[in-house]
């Protein structure tokens, strides 16, 4: 549902004529004028030409604060300058061999150094990809059909990935996915014990694959406890464990998920940080799996091998970008900055809140932030999620006609939000945290103008 907001619409289209007008352009070149669905918004969506640190110019020159971060690419923020020295350098020395090189296992070796149990890397180009191959070896070598997932967790685009993922969960998140593709996946309940130990017992799901920290990176937090009866139970009936990390990895902690919550996945499926920002993902994970992509004698690759290609899998730039990247993050000291901001950030959120009187409440963790406008819940200065909210609340408010007000107005107050929240990087700045919560506070003046909280 819409809501009506004349007067921050005015001030909108006032603030970013051009990219207006190039909208309506784009409106004849790509449906609906965008090229991801997370970047359609009403009445139009901006037009960025440049981007630095933690901000980002739009083509009227309007500086804003971005929490956006190339979808959570960017740990470092844009155009890191080691990043930046090794995408142009190897641009000097070609951009695609068609063979293979060092650069690739120099990433593969930072990876395995990083993420725990990443015995063997197959590179692919994006998180989707990495989902689908994870979930194709899984079946591969449990020899079973079906894969699980719980409701609300996010994995890609991907014809096995859609079930589920978008409430009401009854009716399929998309069309053009045959309904035989469907049934081979099977979505479960977040939390409930029960559920998930029915659906395991019935022997024929070859993986359960979870966003670790929660549905929609995070807006729907997982509890500890719940992951780790999911590391036992699918352990107990011969489940494999995908943890889709294509958001945690790198991000909760350089060895992602599984170190931040001491659980143990047998795959990992990493993007966005691990490709440092340029397009490229990854599976990671035991050794005996990924054997299923290894060349043997004839028979076996005939009949056992999984087929996997891909033109751009590990080409040098994406390469150099991904190796300059988790260079810088191997100490930690990147993500424990960023993690920092984002609990200020977090805390400054919460008291512009009670100043102004809306109600709301914002969580994070690590350096991923939450705004649940609406929510009656008692802030927690460290950023734990309300306990006892129904998912699906949280899952309605983080997608709300109010969020959606209140990114357009926060936009004309100069900040990028990823709509109900946002990511944090090591380039943001304690002034950047300041002038957020000052926006926010404006922000929330206008919509209550506007009538909208
Ligand atoms: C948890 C998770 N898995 C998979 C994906 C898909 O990744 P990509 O957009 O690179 O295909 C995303 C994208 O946001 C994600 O958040």
Known sequence: MRMETPALDRDYAAAFPRSRQLYLEAQSLLPSGITHDARWMEPFPVFVERAQGAYKWTVEGRRLIDYWMAHGALLLGHGHPAVTAAVAEQLERGTHYGASHRLELEWA???????????????????????????????????????????????????????????????????????EVLSTTVALPVGDGDALKHALSRGDVAALIVEPSGGGWGAVPMDRDFLHLVREETGRNGTLLIFD?????????????????????????????????????????????????????????????????????????????????????RNGEPIHRADALCRALGQGLNRALAATGVRGCVYWQSSMFHIALGLDAEPSPAGVPPRGVDPGVLERLSKGAETLALRKAMLVEGVDLMRSGGFLSSAHTEQDVEDTVAAFQRALGRLRREGVL
């Open 109 to 179: 070796r930072l990876i395995r150094e990083l993420v725990p149990g990443a015995e063997r890397v197959r590179f692919v180009n994006s998180g989707t990809e990495a989902t689908q191959l994870a979930m194709r070896l899984a079946r591969a070598y449990t020899g079973r059909p079906r894969v699980a997932k719980f409701t609300g967790h996010f994995h890609g685009w991907h014809d096995e990935a859609v079930s589920g993922y978008k409430g009401p969960y009854g009716v399929t998140a998309t069309t053009g996915v045959p309904q």
């Open 245 to 329: 990390e294509v958001i945690t990895g790198f991000r909760l902690a350089p060895g992602g998920a599984q170190e931040y919550y001491g659980v143990r996945a047998d795959l990992v499926c990493l993007g966005k940080i691990v490709a440092g920002g340029l397009p490229g993902a990854a599976v990671a994970g035991r050794a005996d799996i990924l054997a299923y992509l290894e060349y043997r004698d004839p028979e076996w690759n005939r009949t056992k091998k999984i087929a996997h290609q891909g033109t751009f899998n590990a080409n040098p730039v994406t390469a150099a970008a991904a190796v300059a990247t988790l260079r810088q993050l």
